[in-house]
Each structure stands twice: as C-alpha cells, then as structure tokens.
C-alpha cells in the first residue's frame, strides 16, 4: 500500500526543508525565456549586416564590398567553428578553468536538454552570435588593404585560440575569471576588449595604408555608415538584455542601461567634438553612441540606470580621445576599432568595477562606491591579463599567416580598390 503525504504536512517539508525541495525539482522550460532568447539572438546576428554598413559607408568607394566580405564572412566560417569545436573549448567541461575541451565537439551532448529555463540548444545559438561578430569588429583596423585570403585564416585561428579560451574563463561554469569574480555581463571583456587590442596589434604589424596620414579618406558614403549604427543600436538590445537569458526583471535592466549609455555617449561625444572641432557632426554622433554601447555592455545587468548614464557620458568624451591618438601617434587603425571597441571595453569592465551594485543583481557584486574596491581590483586585473594574451597571440598569429599567404595585398592592388583585385566585383556602377 502507498502512503502519501497530505497538501498540509508537503507543505510543511518544503516550508522546513526548502533545499531539499528545490533540488528534487526538474528543471522546467520556460516558453517566455527561450522566445526571449531566440530574438535575443536574432537581434545578436544582425548587427553582424548592421556592422557591415557601419563599416563600409566610412571605408573608399573602390573597397566597400571588400569590407562588407569581411565582416559577412565571418557569419558562414565562425558558424561552422562554432559547431565543430568552438563551442566545446568554450562553454565544455572545463580543464583546470582554462579551456572546455572535446567532451562536446560536433554540438555532441547539446540537444532539447534544459540550461535552466532555456534548451541548451537556444543558449549554444545565442553564444553563437557573440563569436561571428568579433572577428568581424577587429577588421576595421586593416580594412583596404588585407589580403581575403589572410583574414579568413586569421578570423578561424584568432577566434579558436583567442575568443574561445576567453569566454570559456569569463562565462563558463569553472572559467577562473569567474571563480575569481570578474564580471562581464554581456561580452565587454570576451568581445570588445579582446577584439580592439587585437585590432591595435594588427594596425601596427600590417603597417599605415599608402599615403596615409597625409590623404585623407572620409567616409565614402556617410548615410551607410549611420544606418549601420542605428542597426547595431537596435541589435545590441538582444546583444545586452537577452544575456539576462531569460524575459525577467534582468533583461528590462539592462535593455534600459543600454539605451541610456549610448543615448549619453552620443551626446557626449558630439559636445566634446563640437568644443574640440567647432561643429557637431552626424559621424560623431554615431561613433560615441557606438562608444556607449561598447562600455555599458559588462555593466549592463549589475548597475543602476542613474550610473549607466555616467558610463556612459564617460566613454563618449574618453573614445573620442582615444580615436585622436591615432593622429599624434601615426598608427593607422582605419575605422577606430581600437579606439572605440578596445577602449570602450576597458573603461566598461573598469567603471562595472566602480558602479556594479548587489541592490540590482544579487548574483553580481559590490564595487567600490558599494564599499568593495577590491571589484575595481579584479576588473582592473583582469583587463591587464586579457589585453595582454589577446595582444601576444594576435602578434604570433599575424605571423604566422604572413609565412603562410601573406598579410597585405600590393602597393598596385591597393591603389587599384579590393573590391576588383580580391574579388573581381564593383560596389558601384558608374
């Protein structure tokens, strides 16, 4: 005979005994969550296009399809890694909190299975997202005048032993940057940091476009350029809130903070600008609110709305003199990546070190106007410890492909556009 307990006395044991409840419990999907997530990540994969236009409306006529194949490659070839092994090294059983491992090659293991409210499969694909479009933001540093052919093996090694390590310390359950409490809510660190010093080394070790500083070239179709800055606006919203990886108190959060970081950085960037230059400029205008969304994305889900806006009126006024320095001290990083992404990231994982508040996140942490300075000690190191494996494995990967097929097309190839000599196509006909 069965014996069952009575609603009175079950209530009683998880009133006297919660853990033991909650841990008997299955995990149960959640349709609100994954909706979220799966337009999360369908916001994530367009700002890869919006990336495009944002970058190839400020490149030469002659290469804007050249640049739009960099940034568009990277969704066909990052996919296929992401499948065959990126995933696995970075989301795997992790190997002494440094890298994931095998154990799930081929998607192995990653089906309908639950990841807390979500399919694991929805969290593979939205993390997906992230791994396309960081290579495709270090291409603005070389733009107009890399070899097709270099990229395409960069972008495959640089996101295997550089971007895959990285999210595996940062996000993955034993990662040693999480153990150690780093916090990187949506990718400040993994994405933007790691991608614009990669930028930095890459406008060093390929060398200044012909002529360069003394010909200028503006933005050949500025219209492109700020669609593709609206485009990525209205992306980074999955980019940032669905992190939250679920439709919860979370997700507003940081849909609000973003909004409001990049909202400030535009109109600090242009004040800065118009002070500095004389005139606000639409460009300028783009670029800060670029500059918002890059700093507010390892804060966003761990600070209040009221320092979002401080983020990001900071990151407006400091990328816009982080973009100058490439005048004073003659390097050529054609479209800002470092200027905007790589010190963009730095000022956000930073500030999230200062602002980053339990009151909002109980999973987060306390920063230093919280009372815990050592947050700012552990963001402030973590920087220092990405930005220089970042730095080092970009410089040993650019040689390597310079022995393998070479870095940079020809002085002719060059001055002719990439668009014919690497692909035998024209943007425009005229």
């Known amino acids: 005979m069965k014996h069952r307990l009575s609603p009175a006395l079950a209530a009683l044991a998880v009133a006297l005994f919660p853990m033991s409840a909650l841990a008997q419990e299955p995990a149960r999907l959640d349709t609100g969550d994954t909706a979220w997530l799966l337009v999360s990540s369908a916001f994530v994969l367009f700002m890869t296009p919006g990336l495009a236009l944002f970058y190839g409306g400020m490149v030469r006529r002659r290469n804007v399809l050249n640049t739009f194949m960099l940034v568009h490659f ?99 359950e034993g990662g040693w940057l999480l153990r150690w409490g780093v916090l990187d809510f949506a990718g400040g660190t993994v994405v933007h940091l790691t991608a614009g010093v990669a930028a930095l080394v890459c406008a060093l070790v390929i060398g200044k476009r012909i002529n360069y500083p003394r010909e200028k070239a503006p933005p050949h179709n500025l219209t492109m350029t700020v669609t593709g800055g609206g485009l990525l606006w209205f992306g980074w919203f999955g980019f940032n809130a669905g992190s939250a990886l679920g439709a919860n108190p979370l997700a507003a959060l940081a849909l609000v903070t973003t909004h409001v970081s990049a909202s400030a950085a535009a109109l600090s960037w242009v004040v800065v600008e118009w002070k500095h230059r004389g005139r606000p400029t639409m460009f300028g205008f783009v670029s800060g609110l670029v500059a918002g969304l890059v700093a507010i994305t390892p804060a966003a889900g761990y600070v209040t709305v009221g320092s979002s806006m401080l983020i990001g009126l900071a990151s407006g006024a400091v990328c816009y003199a982080a973009v100058l320095l490439k005048e004073r001290w003659h390097y050529d990083d054609s479209l800002d990546a470092f200027g905007v992404h790589g010190v963009g990231g730095i000022l956000g994982a930073l500030l999230t070190g200062v602002f980053a508040t339990k009151a909002m996140n109980p999973d987060g942490a306390d920063g230093l106007l919280a009372g815990n300075p050592m947050q700012l000690a552990r963001q402030a190191a973590a920087v220092l410890i990405v930005g220089a494996y970042s730095a080092t494995l ?37």
Do not use: C
Not at 143 to 170: G, N
């Open 74 to 172: 990277a969704l066909a070839i990052i996919t296929l890694q992401w499948v065959l092994v990126g995933y696995s090294l970075a989301f795997g059983h992790t190997h002494g909190g440094l890298i994931g491992g095998f154990d799930m090659v081929m998607l192995r293991g990653v089906g309908l299975d639950l990841r807390k409210t979500i399919p694991h499969m929805a969290f593979m694909a939205f993390q997906m997202k992230f791994a396309i479009i960081t290579p495709a933001l270090i291409a603005g540093a070389f733009v107009e005048r890399m070899k097709f052919s270099a990229y395409v093996v960069f972008a495959l090694l640089w996101t295997t032993l550089v971007y895959d390590p990285v999210a595996h310390w940062t996000w993955a």
């Open 394 to 430: 970009t410089w040993a990967l650019l040689k390597l492909v310079d022995k393998l097929v070479g870095l940079r097309v020809s002085a002719d190839d060059e001055r002719e556009g990439l668009d014919q000599t690497q692909h035998g196509e024209s943007g425009y006909v005229m």
